[in-house]
Structure formats: C-alpha cells, structure tokens
C-alpha cells in the first residue's frame, strides 16, 4: 500500500471517530473517546518501545500520576484546560527526572525499573490519604452540561490529542531524532560510538512518552469524575499499551493507530460475548500476536502472501 | 525483647520470601526472561494443596509431592509447546507472552477456584521462647522454604542436569557445543522453577490464606528479592529474601504496615540504579 494512501486512510479513521455523535448513539461514542484515548498512549509509548527500543512498561505512572495532578490541581480551583496542561508539565518533568536515572539500565534491569517505578508510586498515592484521599480515591469536578454534549466534548478532547501526538511522531519519525532512536534500537553502543548523544535522545524520547499520557491522565480523570489508585495505575494498562504497539507495528507512524483499532474493536467483542473468560482471551490473543504477528500487522505484505500462495499451488501441480 | 520479636518475624517472611524467588531468579538467570507467570503458579500450588486438603483430606505435607510434581510438568509443558518458540527474543516480546499466558491462567484459576481467600488450617498452636510468640505452622513454614531452597542447591550444584543448567547459563552456545540439549534444559529449567512456585504456594497456603488476588504481590516480592539479592543464584535468592524480610518487618513496625511494601519497591528502584548486581555481587546477565 502506497504511503499517500495510508494517510489517506487514516484520515478517514479519524472523521469517523469524531463524527460518531452525528451517527451512532452513546455507546459507540464511548467506544470512540477510548480508542483516541488508547492510540494516544500507544503512540506516546511508541516513542520509547518502539522507535528506541526500550521495554517501557511506565505508561500507567505517566497516566495515573497525570490523572492525580489534574484532579488536584482542579480540586484546588484551576480551569480544566489548564489543569490538564499542568498535568503534562508535571508528568513531563516527572519522566525526564526518572528517565535520567533509570534510563542507565538496559533490557530486563530497566523493564523491572519501571515497573518499580509504577508500584512506588501507585503505594505512595494510596497511603499519603491526606492529598490524595488514599484507596477511597477523589471525587473530580464535573464538566457542566448534559451527558451528550461532555461526551461530544471528551471526544473532541481525546482527538485533538491523539492527533497532536501523532503529528509529533512523524516529526519525530522524519527528525535526526528518529534517526538516533532508531540506531539506539539497533545497537545502543555504536550509536553511542559514531557520535549520537545516546543519553539525551533516550530522556527526550522517554519525556515524549510521558507528557501526552499526563494530559490523557487528567481528562480522563475530569471525564469520568472519580479517581483510584487501582484504577489509575493499573498494571493491565500498562502491558495492555505495548501490546497494542506491537499488534500494529512497533516504531511505525501508523503502526500505533492500526494496533489499537485492532485490538480495542476485538476486545469489546469478546468482552461482550465472554465476560467470563475475557482476561483469558485477551491473553490468549497476546500469544497469538507475540507467535504470528512478530513485526505488527503493518509489517504483513499482501505481495508475499499472494505469491506464497501461487507459489504452493505451483509446487502442488509440479508435483507428479 | 521487642526488637527480637520483629527480628524473628523477619527471618521467618525472609525463608518465605527465598523460597518465593529462588525459582523466578532461576528462570531470569538461565533462560533470560522475566517470568510474569511466576505469582500466579504460587497461587495454583497454594490452592491444589487448599483443595486437596479440603475435599479429600490429605495433609498439607503429603499434598507437597504431589503438588511438586504437577507443577513441574505444567512448567515444563509450558517452555517446551511455547516459550522455547521465542526464548531468544527481546525482553519485550517474552515478558508480553509471559503476561498474557499468566492472564490465562489467572482468569480459569477465577473461574473454577474463585478468588476466595483460603487457608489450609493446623492449628498447631504457639511457641513461647522468652517472650517471643510464633506459631507452629509458620516455624515449620519457615523449616520447609529452607529445606526446599536448601534441595535445590544441592540439584544444581550435584546433579548432572544441575551441571547442565548451570552450564547453559554461563555459556549457552558453549554448552550447546559441549553436547547439552539446550531447550531441553530450558524446558527443565522452567519446570524446576514452576515446582519451586508451587511448593512455596503451597507453605503459604499453611501459614497465610492465599487467594489470586495475590499473584501480582507474589510476583512484585520475587522482582525485589532478586534484584537485591543478585540473579541466577541460589545465594542471591537467599540474601535477597532474608534482607527483604527483615527490611519489611522493621519498616511495618517503624513506619506503619502500610509503608513497609513501599520501602521494599524503594530499596529495589535504589538498588536497580546503584547496584545492580545485587548484595550477592554475582554478575548478572544482561
């Protein structure tokens, strides 16, 4: 498929997620405010999992913390808007005073990192209760207006993000920056050796990996108006994320978008139809992911499949 | 006197905690993936020896081998039909199929056991040294985590198969070279490692109620254990969990119970950045 017309695509993607509250009732505008919520933070983890390579499994710190710095800061009397920006500020000095630290391990040593990192903090959350309200959570102001005009307002929100994400991906992508990531994914030492700054592209990518996830974290918490520490840093969504990534196309532009299209639109199916077992298919689809699918599903050429196919039918004739 | 109570409540969680980890820290050294599936094959260890206790009336300690042997066939079962088809992969890809086969196991141990908290209970009553108190079950908890660890250190530092994983894990290709049958011993490995789950499931079930619940704090305790103790190695385990243990037991009495999980995660991300070969100082294996 031509690069034009994945765009083209993925354009088309997009106005049908927005346009959901002309043409589809609530709960597929639910649907829709998730998925943009989802492929935001699957984009935003693309930056340190994909494009550099790094087993990152932080997002929910980056979301739960982005959640609890909205929610407080709006308790306190700031605007939405500006309580979700302060979130992102928050959340990005957050990463890039972690990164600096943790982003000296490699492999298994920095995936154990992060995700000490996400039970410190979600522990730290639950038992400061003065500021926090401790396991029984926070209630978050409301957004004003009926329950149809919010939702159309949270998606217009969760979008808008989406897509600024994925406008700095491809900035990203097309950059020196992608370039020195993507020679970090590939071998970490000569990069380092022919003259890329090793360090600060990791921090800046693990900074780029977090503050969309602060934002997403505080309008998610101004969305649905209550906060826990098991909800917000919850270890699901943070395997849930790579997950996503890695169905698409890791280190992909469009990888992220198609990944958790994907896997969103199966896991409400199956959710629907086997609530019983749905943990069990969602691991079950991990598997079948991680043995077939190992570059994403953007990496599947329609050319190879078709002449794989030709080709056997040809071995199968030729054969006497 | 009151220092010694929590002193001996430390080394009584650190048996546990070794015994928790050393299988973990097995899999992470020889086979070089971090395995998520680890808590949730405490748990299953914890309620076979529950059920088998419950509906049949076997005792805990004859439920052990049995418990030990079915485990061993689950792990190893699960490296050969699938890990081995990925065990040289990134961390990414093996730690995403760890998790999403724990996600399976997690949901039909859910399903068919329910997450109620059970407890295998004796009632063995109390001992009273001086004033310090502890219950029976957990002295001989205690006694069974370190004779378990202890067997296994004698496995791997005597037998043959014990040679071989430890050769496998200095020098994989070497070892292959030296006529070892890699995935095989993979595929032992994993099986030792699940054993050591299940039986540590099943001492906790004796002292502690277990419930699935459970796996993922099973899981985060063998993360701490091995990286401050150091990986791959029986001593390491060991230091790990009886630092570990001690650390908590002191912070739950100093600083509030609720507190003593975060120092654990805090000494694990300090440790991680500082040293992380860990206290044992054996070199890990990136």
Redesign the interface.
Same mark, same amino acid.
């Given at each position: 498929m031509p690069a034009s017309l994945r765009y083209v695509l993925f354009a088309v993607w997009v106005l049908a997620l927005a346009s959901t509250p002309l043409w589809a009732d609530n709960y597929f505008v639910r649907l829709a405010i998730i998925i943009a919520m989802y492929t935001a933070l699957v984009q935003s983890w693309n930056f340190i999992?994909g494009f550099a390579?790094y087993?990152s499994f932080a997002t929910a710190v980056f979301f739960g913390l982005g959640s609890y710095a909205g929610a407080l800061t709006q308790i306190a009397g700031l605007p939405s808007i500006l309580a979700w920006l302060f979130a992102t500020a928050f959340v990005g000095a957050f990463a890039a005073l972690f990164g600096v /630290? #943790?982003l000296?391990?490699?492999?298994?040593?920095f995936? /154990?990192?992060s !995700?000490?990192?996400v039970?410190?903090v979600r522990?730290?959350i639950?038992?400061w209760g003065s500021l926090t309200g401790g396991g029984d959570g926070l209630n978050v102001p409301l957004v004003t207006g009926g329950p149809n005009a919010v939702a159309q307002a949270f998606l217009a929100v969760m979008i808008t993000i989406m897509l600024v994400a994925f406008a700095v991906t491809v900035a990203v992508d097309r950059s020196r920056l992608g370039f020195g990531l993507r020679c970090i994914q590939q071998n970490e030492d000569a990069a380092d050796m022919v003259g890329v700054d090793t360090t600060r592209y990791k921090v800046i990518a693990f900074v780029l990996s977090a503050m969309f996830c602060g934002t997403i974290g505080a309008a998610y918490a101004s969305w649905t108006g209550y906060i826990d520490p098991s909800d917000s840093f919850s /270890?699901l969504m943070t395997?849930k994320v790579?997950?996503m990534c @890695?169905l698409g196309g890791p280190g992909t532009v469009l990888g992220p978008a198609v990944g958790t299209a994907v896997f969103l639109l199966l896991e409400e199916v199956l959710w629907s139809n086997f609530l019983?077992?749905?943990?069990?298919i969602?691991?079950? @689809? #991990?598997?079948l992911i /991680? !043995?077939f699918l190992?570059g994403g599903l953007l990496k599947i050429s329609l050319h190879k499949i078709v002449a794989r196919v030709i080709r056997r039918n040809n071995d199968a004739k030729g054969a006497p | 006197m009151f220092y010694f109570q929590t002193l001996v409540n430390g080394i009584v969680l650190g048996a546990l905690y070794t015994c928790l980890a050393v299988g973990f820290s097995l899999v992470?050294g020889v086979l070089?993936i971090?395995n998520m599936l680890h808590g949730s094959l405490i748990v299953l260890g914890g309620y076979l020896t529950f059920f088998a206790w419950h509906s049949y009336g076997i005792h805990p300690l004859l439920a052990l081998p049995f418990v030990a042997v079915v485990l061993y066939c689950v792990g190893y079962a699960i490296q050969y039909l $699938?890990i081995n088809? $990925?065990v040289n992969?990134? $961390?990414? *890809?093996t730690? *995403?199929?760890t998790?999403?086969?724990?996600?399976?196991l997690?949901?039909?141990m859910? $399903?068919y056991y329910t997450a109620t908290p059970v407890r295998v209970t004796l009632d063995l009553g109390i001992v009273d040294f001086g004033g310090i108190v502890m219950p029976v079950d957990r002295l001989i908890g205690m006694a069974l985590a370190l004779v378990l660890t202890a067997l296994l250190y004698v496995v791997l530092r005597g037998s043959r198969i014990g040679r071989a994983i430890v050769a496998v894990r200095m020098d994989r290709s070497a070892a292959e070279l030296m006529g070892i049958r890699v995935e095989q011993i993979y595929a032992i490995t994993f099986g030792i490692s699940a054993l050591m789950a299940g039986t540590t499931g099943a001492v906790f079930a004796m002292v502690y109620p277990v419930t699935t619940n459970l796996a993922?704090a099973f899981l985060?305790k063998a993360?701490v254990v091995c990286?401050i103790g150091g990986l791959g190695s029986v001593q390491g385990a060991l230091i790990g969990g009886f630092v570990l243990g001690l650390v908590e037991s002191f912070a739950g009495q100093f600083l509030g119970p609720?507190?003593a999980? *975060?120092v654990g995660?805090?000494l694990?991300?300090v440790l991680?950045?500082v040293k992380?070969t860990g206290l044992s100082g054996i070199k890990?294996f990136?």
């Amino acid at each position: 498929m031509p690069a034009s017309l994945r765009y083209v695509l993925f354009a088309v993607w997009v106005l049908a997620l927005a346009s959901t509250p002309l043409w589809a009732d609530n709960y597929f505008v639910r649907l829709a405010i998730i998925i943009a919520m989802y492929t935001a933070l699957v984009q935003s983890w693309n930056f340190i999992g994909g494009f550099a390579g790094y087993p990152s499994f932080a997002t929910a710190v980056f979301f739960g913390l982005g959640s609890y710095a909205g929610a407080l800061t709006q308790i306190a009397g700031l605007p939405s808007i500006l309580a979700w920006l302060f979130a992102t500020a928050f959340v990005g000095a957050f990463a890039a005073l972690f990164g600096v /630290i #943790i982003l000296r391990l490699r492999g298994h040593y920095f995936a /154990i990192a992060s !995700f000490g990192v996400v039970e410190v903090v979600r522990l730290v959350i639950s038992s400061w209760g003065s500021l926090t309200g401790g396991g029984d959570g926070l209630n978050v102001p409301l957004v004003t207006g009926g329950p149809n005009a919010v939702a159309q307002a949270f998606l217009a929100v969760m979008i808008t993000i989406m897509l600024v994400a994925f406008a700095v991906t491809v900035a990203v992508d097309r950059s020196r920056l992608g370039f020195g990531l993507r020679c970090i994914q590939q071998n970490e030492d000569a990069a380092d050796m022919v003259g890329v700054d090793t360090t600060r592209y990791k921090v800046i990518a693990f900074v780029l990996s977090a503050m969309f996830c602060g934002t997403i974290g505080a309008a998610y918490a101004s969305w649905t108006g209550y906060i826990d520490p098991s909800d917000s840093f919850s /270890i699901l969504m943070t395997v849930k994320v790579p997950v996503m990534c @890695l169905l698409g196309g890791p280190g992909t532009v469009l990888g992220p978008a198609v990944g958790t299209a994907v896997f969103l639109l199966l896991e409400e199916v199956l959710w629907s139809n086997f609530l019983e077992y749905n943990r069990a298919i969602l691991g079950a @689809l #991990i598997v079948l992911i /991680i !043995f077939f699918l190992p570059g994403g599903l953007l990496k599947i050429s329609l050319h190879k499949i078709v002449a794989r196919v030709i080709r056997r039918n040809n071995d199968a004739k030729g054969a006497p | 006197m009151f220092y010694f109570q929590t002193l001996v409540n430390g080394i009584v969680l650190g048996a546990l905690y070794t015994c928790l980890a050393v299988g973990f820290s097995l899999v992470w050294g020889v086979l070089n993936i971090i395995n998520m599936l680890h808590g949730s094959l405490i748990v299953l260890g914890g309620y076979l020896t529950f059920f088998a206790w419950h509906s049949y009336g076997i005792h805990p300690l004859l439920a052990l081998p049995f418990v030990a042997v079915v485990l061993y066939c689950v792990g190893y079962a699960i490296q050969y039909l $699938v890990i081995n088809r $990925v065990v040289n992969q990134p $961390v990414l *890809t093996t730690l *995403t199929l760890t998790f999403g086969l724990d996600l399976i196991l997690y949901n039909f141990m859910n $399903v068919y056991y329910t997450a109620t908290p059970v407890r295998v209970t004796l009632d063995l009553g109390i001992v009273d040294f001086g004033g310090i108190v502890m219950p029976v079950d957990r002295l001989i908890g205690m006694a069974l985590a370190l004779v378990l660890t202890a067997l296994l250190y004698v496995v791997l530092r005597g037998s043959r198969i014990g040679r071989a994983i430890v050769a496998v894990r200095m020098d994989r290709s070497a070892a292959e070279l030296m006529g070892i049958r890699v995935e095989q011993i993979y595929a032992i490995t994993f099986g030792i490692s699940a054993l050591m789950a299940g039986t540590t499931g099943a001492v906790f079930a004796m002292v502690y109620p277990v419930t699935t619940n459970l796996a993922g704090a099973f899981l985060g305790k063998a993360f701490v254990v091995c990286v401050i103790g150091g990986l791959g190695s029986v001593q390491g385990a060991l230091i790990g969990g009886f630092v570990l243990g001690l650390v908590e037991s002191f912070a739950g009495q100093f600083l509030g119970p609720e507190h003593a999980l *975060t120092v654990g995660f805090i000494l694990l991300l300090v440790l991680l950045v500082v040293k992380p070969t860990g206290l044992s100082g054996i070199k890990g294996f990136e």
